[in-house]
């Protein structure tokens, strides 16, 4: 069982940059590896980033490339999400999520855990 807390979500203006952290309780957090969603009003969630159990290998969707970075710290069983260049299409409710599987890690639907959730909102 592993619990997740994300923090670090609030209102900023377009060009900001932000920092979500995600922390988790529960044993052997290095055992699973992390992903980051986002959902905004009247949209399916979608995937934003993962990396691996190690931190050793990240992955992103084409629309956060180049401008988020995700990372983690196992010995503090923390997982971040550095978010620069801000645009209001970023606006979101952003979720991290925890699974076992090693693939398809852009798919919710490979995640056992899930945090509650922390609101981004860019203005323009």
């Known amino acids: 069982q592993v619990q997740l807390v994300e923090s670090g979500g609030g209102l900023v203006q377009a060009g900001d940059s932000l920092r979500l952290s995600c922390a988790a309780s529960?044993?052997?957090?290095?055992?699973?590896?992390m992903g980051w969603f986002r959902q905004a009003p009247g949209k399916e969630r979608e995937y934003v980033a993962a990396?691996?159990?190690?931190?050793?290998?990240?992955y992103y969707a084409d629309d956060v490339k180049g401008r988020f970075t995700i990372s983690r710290d196992n010995a503090k069983n923390t997982v971040y999400l550095q978010m620069n260049s801000l645009k209001p299409d970023d606006t979101a409710v952003y979720y991290c999520?925890?699974?076992?599987?090693?693939?398809?890690?852009?798919?919710?639907?490979?995640?056992?855990?899930w945090g509650q959730g922390t609101q981004v909102t860019v203005s323009s």
């Open positions: 529960g044993r052997s957090f290095s055992t699973y590896a």
């Open positions: 999520a925890a699974t076992t599987q090693l693939l398809l890690l852009k798919l919710p639907t490979a995640y056992t855990y």
């Open positions: 990396i691996s159990k190690s931190g050793a290998v990240t």
